[in-house]
């Protein structure tokens, strides 16, 4: 069983950044890929990044390559997101997630547990 918790959500003006953080529970984390997605107002859960087990590979959605960088830290069983150059439809609330498996995917549907999600919202 894996807990995963978001935090570094918040308010910021198109244009900067924000790192979001996700700490993971359980003995599995450094063999379980990772990944964000994210869920807008009115649509649908959308893929954002994945990272597999050991952080090797890495996978980004179109809308979102060039902008934003997932890592982890094993040590600390935690994944992060780092994303700059906001737009004002980045806003969405954010979710990590686990896979069962060490090859990462932006397939929201192969993953197994997930967050609770952080709020991030980017003004114009």
């Known amino acids: 069983q894996v807990q995963l918790v978001e935090s570094g959500g918040g308010l910021v003006q198109a244009g900067g950044s924000l790192r979001l953080s996700c700490l993971a529970s359980g003995r599995t984390f450094s063999s379980n890929a990772m990944g964000w997605f994210r869920r807008a107002p009115g649509k649908e859960r959308e893929s954002v990044a994945a990272i597999s087990w050991s952080g090797g590979n890495t996978y980004y959605a179109d809308s979102v390559k060039g902008r934003f960088t997932i890592s982890r830290d094993n040590a600390k069983n935690t994944v992060y997101l780092q994303m700059n150059s906001l737009k004002p439809e980045d806003t969405a609330v954010y979710y990590c997630?686990?896979?069962?498996?060490?090859?990462?995917?932006?397939?929201?549907?192969?993953?197994?547990?997930w967050g609770q999600g952080t709020q991030v919202t980017v003004s114009s």
């Open positions: 997630a686990a896979r069962q498996y060490h090859s990462g995917t932006l397939d929201q549907h192969e993953y197994n547990y």
